[in-house]
């Protein structure tokens, strides 16, 4: 079983930025897409971004596009580099392991961290 943990989380002010990681248990988690979501205290987990197994497609939501990055090296790491950070981006931050390639629906992801909190203030 895939154990995934996260890391990098923190209070930043606006228009700052943060690299979150997120390290698998086991060197398999290279066959799946690895996704990130995220949930603010109120709302239900959003969508961010997901990267395919080769690190060859990525997919954001509109949301961040254009300031969020996710990445993942050839071991057992994925990682998502937030820059100008916005107070609507406070939540915490999950990521995920889907075998069934790229999709945004979390339901098709069979495993998850714990959750990195995220503080963006104004």
């Known amino acids: 079983q895939v154990q995934l943990v996260e890391s990098g989380g923190g209070l930043v002010q606006a228009g700052g930025s943060l690299r979150l990681s997120c390290e698998a248990s086991?060197?398999?988690?290279?066959?799946?897409?690895m996704g990130w979501f995220r949930q603010a205290p109120g709302k239900e987990r959003e969508f961010v971004a997901v990267i395919n197994w080769s690190g060859s497609t990525t997919y954001y939501a509109d949301s961040v596009k254009g300031r969020f990055t996710i990445s993942r090296d050839n071991a057992k790491t994925v990682y998502l580099q937030m820059n100008s950070l916005k107070p609507e981006d406070t939540a915490v931050y999950y990521c995920?392991?889907?075998?069934?390639?790229?999709?945004?629906?979390?339901?098709?992801?069979?495993?998850w961290g714990q959750g990195t909190q995220v503080t963006v203030s104004s």
């Open positions: 995920a392991a889907s075998a069934a390639g790229i999709t945004i629906r979390d339901s098709a992801y069979t495993y």
């Open positions: 086991e060197r398999t988690f290279r066959n799946y897409a």
